[in-house]
């Protein structure tokens, strides 16, 4: 149990100094050059791990199967991610960060048209609260300084689009596993992001100095590899719920570095909507706990 703690914590952790290092990061390095970057890395981290379990596991991965990751890479990099970044550009971290965070609630919504998951009514009051608290975070009528409503765009699309990336991956993780199943689909992702950069003359390996390579190597290797393999690995010690608490960590724990490292203030808006989040987040993971222990 303790390993569980430790990994959760490790991955909670890291993805919530994720907005803040991107935020740091986005101002010397296009948004999308900065999305192949990480992503890149932190697949390749990732990849010997994978194989590791691919081999432990006896996993077969079909051709049909390299195409379906294809897609999910197609979903969550050169899409989901980009309008992530765009997101944390165009907003506060602290914004950015918790918007994101609802990620969850939008992955039961699309699960009840891919999967045999359906919505509920306790699913539907997760979801509508979640909309609340981004309301309240992003608050239209009263645009924070440092927010756009343009940003907050981007990370409720952002949210939206990861929600789908893991709804469909839920047809396949069980079959793959998530660890060769996340580094697989990051590096095919971002394969498909080289040609893209290329077509819109965007910077592959431009701006990068001897200063800003340690930045790029932190959101690379730290959060996007280490931070996805602890979550994985607190999933095979504990189980998807339990892992799945990093998320209901991270809208508490992202402000925090954010109000330190960025000097960001949080007002009382964004506390209600902080909280509205984490209860939309606590009432999915209790509904998953107690859709286990009915064995349903």
Same mark, same amino acid.
């Given at each position: 149990?303790?390993?569980?703690?430790?990994?959760?914590?490790?991955? @909670?952790?890291? =993805?919530? !100094?994720?907005?803040? @290092?991107?935020?740091?990061?986005? #101002?010397?390095?296009?948004?999308?050059?900065?999305?192949?970057?990480?992503?890149?890395?932190?697949?390749?981290?990732?990849?010997?791990? @994978?194989? $590791?379990?691919?081999?432990?596991?006896?996993?077969?991965?079909?051709?049909?199967?390299?195409?379906?990751?294809?897609?999910?890479?197609?979903?969550? %990099?050169?899409?989901?991610?980009?309008?992530?970044?765009?997101?944390?550009?165009?907003?506060? #971290?602290?914004? @950015?960060?918790?918007?994101?965070?609802?990620?969850?609630?939008? !992955?039961?919504?699309?699960?009840?048209?891919?999967?045999?998951? $359906?919505? !509920?009514?306790? $699913?539907?009051?997760?979801?509508?609260?979640?909309? +609340?608290?981004?309301?309240?975070?992003?608050?239209?009528?009263?645009?924070?300084?440092?927010?756009?409503?343009?940003?907050?765009?981007?990370?409720?699309?952002?949210?939206?689009?990861?929600?789908?990336?893991?709804?469909?991956?839920?047809?396949?993780?069980?079959?793959?596993?998530?660890?060769?199943?996340?580094?697989?689909? =990051?590096? +095919?992702?971002?394969?498909?992001? +080289?040609?893209?950069?290329?077509?819109?003359? $965007?910077? &592959? &390996?431009?701006?990068?100095?001897?200063?800003? %390579?340690?930045?790029?190597?932190?959101?690379?290797?730290?959060?996007?590899?280490?931070?996805?393999?602890?979550?994985?690995?607190?999933?095979?010690?504990?189980? #998807?719920?339990?892992?799945?608490?990093?998320?209901?960590?991270?809208?508490?724990?992202?402000?925090?570095?954010?109000?330190?490292?960025?000097?960001?203030?949080?007002?009382?808006?964004? %506390?209600?909507?902080?909280?509205?989040?984490?209860? #939309?987040?606590?009432?999915?993971?209790?509904?998953?706990?107690?859709?286990?222990?009915?064995?349903?």
């Amino acid at each position: 149990m303790k390993k569980v703690i430790l990994y959760v914590m490790i991955s @909670a952790t890291l =993805f919530s !100094t994720m907005e803040v @290092a991107l935020k740091i990061a986005g #101002a010397g390095f296009d948004a999308f050059q900065l999305t192949f970057l990480r992503f890149t890395i932190g697949g390749l981290f990732l990849l010997p791990f @994978a194989l $590791k379990q691919i081999k432990k596991d006896s996993i077969i991965i079909s051709r049909n199967d390299y195409f379906y990751l294809l897609l999910l890479g197609i979903v969550c %990099i050169p899409v989901a991610m980009v309008f992530f970044q765009l997101g944390i550009i165009y907003s506060n #971290a602290i914004t @950015a960060a918790v918007v994101f965070s609802i990620n969850p609630v939008f !992955t039961v919504f699309f699960t009840h048209f891919i999967t045999e998951e $359906k919505l !509920t009514g306790i $699913k539907i009051v997760a979801l509508i609260t979640g909309l +609340l608290g981004v309301i309240l975070m992003v608050t239209p009528w009263n645009i924070a300084l440092g927010d756009s409503l343009i940003g907050a765009s981007y990370s409720v699309l952002a949210a939206l689009l990861f929600g789908l990336y893991s709804a469909l991956g839920r047809k396949t993780i069980k079959r793959l596993k998530g660890l060769p199943q996340t580094a697989i689909s =990051f590096l +095919l992702g971002s394969a498909v992001m +080289l040609p893209l950069l290329l077509v819109l003359g $965007k910077p &592959v &390996v431009a701006n990068i100095t001897w200063n800003s %390579i340690w930045l790029i190597l932190y959101v690379g290797i730290m959060v996007t590899g280490v931070g996805y393999l602890a979550y994985f690995l607190a999933m095979e010690e504990g189980d #998807a719920i339990t892992a799945s608490f990093t998320f209901f960590i991270k809208p508490g724990l992202a402000p925090v570095f954010a109000i330190l490292i960025l000097n960001e203030t949080v007002s009382i808006n964004d %506390i209600w909507g902080i909280l509205l989040m984490l209860l #939309a987040s606590y009432i999915i993971i209790r509904e998953n706990k107690r859709k286990k222990f009915n064995g349903s």
